[in-house]
Nanobody, 121 residues
């Protein structure tokens, strides 16, 4: 059983910062890519940022220069530091991980439960 547990969402004023964290727990053999996605009301879920086990990162154009993704491979955690937030960043943020777990033959995608980020103007 694998779980992704997120924390750190909340309400912040425009221009402020928030830090999201996600921990992958369970019988994990290895994690390939970890990332963050977000879904605003009435919209599809979109990529925010991803990071490989080797530390290569990828960001959505809308967050480049403002958000930073990092991970701790030893702790199976991923963090998203969000600066200069604006109301357009308001969404539910989901942690994701492509990982291999005990008892399953292949790597699969897992998702967290989501954490709300609200940016007021």
């Amino acid at each position: 059983q694998v779980q992704l547990v997120e924390s750190g969402g909340g309400l912040v004023q425009a221009g402020g910062s928030l830090r999201l964290s996600c921990a992958a727990n369970g019988s994990i053999l290895g994690i390939n890519v970890m990332g963050w996605y977000r879904q605003a009301p009435g919209k599809q879920r979109d990529l925010v940022a991803t990071i490989t086990s080797g530390g290569s990162t990828n960001y959505a154009d809308s967050v480049k220069g403002r958000f930073t993704i990092s991970r701790d491979n030893a702790r199976n955690t991923v963090t998203l530091q969000m600066n200069s937030l604006n109301p357009e960043d308001t969404a539910v943020y989901y942690c994701s991980a492509n990982l291999r777990s005990r008892g399953r033959p292949y790597s699969y995608d897992y998702w967290g439960q989501g954490t709300q980020v609200t940016v007021s103007s």
